[in-house]
């Protein structure tokens, strides 16, 4: 971890363990669920290897998901409180959704809930949250909603909802001394989540260092880079050439792209498999996994601010260099051998002229860039 407070034990790796499974507790809070849907279509690796433990040296998860478990009711939750009750550890939380202010409405009903308790009151997530977080191995927040907050979240909102981060504070730790792990995104690359958890029970289970974190808990080796750096319209950018209309495969900028400044893997990772992701597909970029979405970057069809100033100097500068890329070009485009024909090739051509494949009414036309007969 570049910064955040990453205690020294966390660094290395401690000694290999047979952990043959681990129980990951997946706790929904103010969410449309595309989260749930974007790890279902993660490859690498994909959930279904996971779940049967057929991945090398990383343990069978047996997940706890809401929408995806055979069990309901009391069954659901019986596994989250054998492990608030220190019986399931190590175990790993992931939060989907922002996280609700119950503190708004105490007393008065509730925003978020999962399972009864014994009097047949529902139990809010932010207490499964306040029970699950001290003794979990880490906490992963999947989504833009659960890392800062997201939609839900936007100005106005009624909830004053929030990120796991801001509710369980900065300073919180895991058991393995880890901060919340945050993997942003609206709905997030599945695989950027997958991989995330990939690497977190190879550090479980001894096998590996902690996952590199930046000061907000994002994994460095997926957000340490702007959009703008790995999109594939960056040489119309370059060249001060942008698109007029949607369908154009040029730079978006022009559309109100965020790509310059926001972090996020999308133009080289895609959305599924290699397949997909905004600019790729035609769309610009919106900054969906800043902490700063959704409320700094709306009204989305707006551009934003200093877009003028770099639009109209990257296409005076941009100009300039595309029109001299022209012309290198062109003289790239030209071996030196038909430039600069010298004496041996002047030799090589009389003897071609009178070699006895010379063909008198074609000359040396057939050859690429030749002479002809006449020269
Ligand atoms: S479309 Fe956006 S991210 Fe891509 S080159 Fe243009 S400004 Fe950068
Ligand atoms: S490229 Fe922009 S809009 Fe697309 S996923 Fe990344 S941050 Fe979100």
């Avoid at 551009?303 to 100009?319: D, E, N, Q, Y």
């Avoid at 595309?322 to 030799?347: C, H």
């Amino acid at each position: 971890m570049s910064a955040g407070g990453k205690p020294p034990e966390a660094d290395a790796a401690s000694e290999p363990t047979e952990l043959d499974a681990i129980d990951v507790f997946w706790l929904p809070g103010e969410a449309c669920d595309g989260c749930s849907i974007s790890t279902l279509g993660a490859t690498d690796p994909p959930i279904e290897d996971l779940l049967r433990g057929h991945v090398p040296h990383l343990p069978q998860i047996n997940l706890h998901h809401h929408e995806l478990a055979v069990e309901s009711g009391t069954a659901y939750v019986d596994g989250m409180r054998d492990a608030v009750a220190g019986e399931r550890d190590p175990y790993i939380v992931v939060v989907e959704g922002s996280v609700p202010n119950e503190r708004l409405i105490d007393g008065d009903g509730y925003w978020v809930s999962m399972g009864k308790d014994e009097q047949g009151d529902p139990i809010r997530t932010v207490d499964w949250l306040d029970r699950l977080a001290p003794g979990a191995a880490a906490v992963v927040a999947i989504g833009t909603c659960a890392t800062w907050g997201g939609v839900p979240a936007a100005q106005g909102n009624v909830t004053d909802a929030m990120g796991t981060m801001d509710y369980l504070g900065r300073d919180y730790r895991s058991e393995l001394g880890l901060p919340v792990i945050n993997v942003p995104g609206c709905a997030p690359v599945g695989d950027n989540f997958i991989e995330t958890v990939a690497h977190l029970l190879l550090h479980v289970g001894g096998f590996g260092p902690p996952p590199e974190l930046d000061e907000l808990g994002r994994p460095t080796w997926l957000f340490g880079e702007t959009v703008h750096r790995n999109c594939e319209r960056g040489s119309y950018y370059e060249e001060g050439d942008f698109a007029e209309e949607y369908g154009s495969e040029k730079c978006l900028v022009s559309k109100g792209c965020w790509g310059p400044t926001v972090k996020c893997n999308m133009p080289s990772r895609r959305n599924i498999e290699g397949v997909g992701g905004c600019m790729n597909m035609g769309g610009k970029c919106i900054g969906c996994t800043m902490p700063g979405f959704p409320d700094k970057f709306t009204p989305f069809f707006k551009k934003p601010p200093g877009s003028k100033v770099s639009t109209v100097s990257s296409s005076i500068l941009g100009g300039i260099m595309s029109k001299l890329r022209q012309k290198s070009m062109k003289n790239l485009d030209t071996s030196t051998r038909w430039e600069n024909p010298g004496l041996t090739e002047r030799m090589y051509q009389w003897q071609l002229k009178r070699g006895s494949n010379y063909d008198p009414d074609r000359g040396l036309e057939r050859r690429p860039g030749g002479k002809t007969g006449d020269d």
